[in-house]
């Protein structure tokens, strides 16, 4: 354990019944540290974030905090702040009273003066100004998740957890609040561990990427490592950026139903697959490619704003994404039913297994 570690858990377990919901986690963060924490449903991420916050109990391991063990303590004595998606504010208190609500309910209570600068303060920072006294019924979806950001950081915890806290607003808040919470993590020097199912949320905030895949850490680095080199199919497939083809090493290649592919980069260990990355893939008229790996028929394109991605379709029905970035100029035209050959550099294959 880092020395700089605020969290670390080692080797968590946790099943209901027959199903394994985490299995041997263990990890740390450290102060300094926006870590995100990827994973689709039925991964384990609400089971380890209720078992981080003390709202469960695992049946092996042990969860530290700040040097303390907290693996049986309540969740109220763990110092851990928790910021929920749909926001659990107070509805018949103002902004104000809803951010005050911790420190008024301590053990030990804070004078009303304190509670009042605290308050200001955290209203302040999190950009509230001006709206201290309005009930929450009077704000926004955006305004209502700074209010609830606010009332737990104004404690100051020894860690907040996020709990997928930008599903519930639109795409513009989302990309504005995810500059925002890493600028207050900042501020405050307090480090977040942010739960998420989106990978671009979740690349996009964090310093550090774990990936859960079924119970277990699939994948733990710099999001920049793990979306170039996923350390297995599932991790490719959760990052919804890869094109992931079943088969099986012959010699030095690896064979699908589709051909031999060619690979640069292998990675030992579980299920026997290849990626491809759907920026890595051009798509050409059948013929004109010598040494053509895949032959699919175009379907249509999505328009993505930067990207266009184009939907191929092989003849067995798999789909195949090809994207295409508008800043290296205009995209190929494609007509629908007619087949191309897919094609990419032996170095952008990923080999598993």
């Known amino acids: 354990m880092s020395k700089e570690a605020v969290l670390h858990l080692e080797g968590l377990s946790k099943s209901f019944g027959d199903k394994v919901a985490l299995s041997n986690i263990s990890f740390s963060v450290n102060q300094k540290e926006y870590v995100s924490l990827l994973g689709p449903s039925g991964s384990g991420k609400t089971t380890l974030l209720r078992t981080i916050s003390g709202f469960e109990t695992p049946q092996a391991g042990r969860v530290t905090l700040a040097g303390r063990d907290v693996t049986s303590a309540p969740a109220h004595d763990r110092g851990i702040g928790f910021v929920f998606q749909n926001f659990a504010l107070f ?10 609500f911790g420190l008024r309910n301590r053990a030990q209570p804070v004078p009303e003066s304190e509670v009042r600068s605290k308050v ?5 920072l999190v950009g509230l100004q001006g709206l201290a006294r309005r009930g929450t019924h009077q704000i926004s979806g955006g305004q209502k998740q700074r209010v609830a950001l606010a009332r737990t950081l104004v404690t100051r915890p020894k860690l907040v957890l996020l709990d997928e806290p930008l599903g519930a607003l639109d795409a ?4 504005r609040m995810r500059t925002e919470l890493r600028n207050i993590r900042e501020q405050l020097d307090i480090p977040f561990l942010h739960v998420t199912g989106s990978e671009t949320e979740a690349l996009a905030m964090g310093d550090r990427l774990i990936v859960l895949d079924n119970g277990r850490i699939g994948q733990d680095g710099a999001p920049d490592e793990i979306y ?10 959760f990052l919804n950026r890869y094109n992931v083809f079943d088969g099986a090493f012959e010699g030095d290649a690896f064979v699908t139903k589709y051909g031999s592919f060619p690979y640069a980069s292998r990675v030992t260990g579980g299920e026997s697959a290849y990626a491809i990355r759907y920026d890595r893939l051009a798509a050409r008229p059948v013929g004109s490619a010598p040494g053509s790996n895949l032959a699919a028929t175009y379907v249509t394109s999505e328009y993505l704003g930067s990207s266009l991605v184009h939907l191929f379709e092989t003849a067995d029905g798999k789909v195949v994404e090809v994207e295409h970035h508008l800043s290296n100029g205009p995209p190929d035209a494609y007509e629908a039913g007619h087949a191309y050959a897919l094609t990419w550099k032996s170095e952008h294959g990923i080999a598993f297994g």
């Open 120 to 124: 200001l303060e955290m209203i302040d």
């Open 172 to 175: 513009n808040l989302r990309q």
């Open 228 to 237: 170039n080199r996923p350390a297995s199919a599932n991790v490719a497939r």
């Open 91 to 100: 509805p018949h208190l103002s902004v104000f009273d809803n951010v005050a």
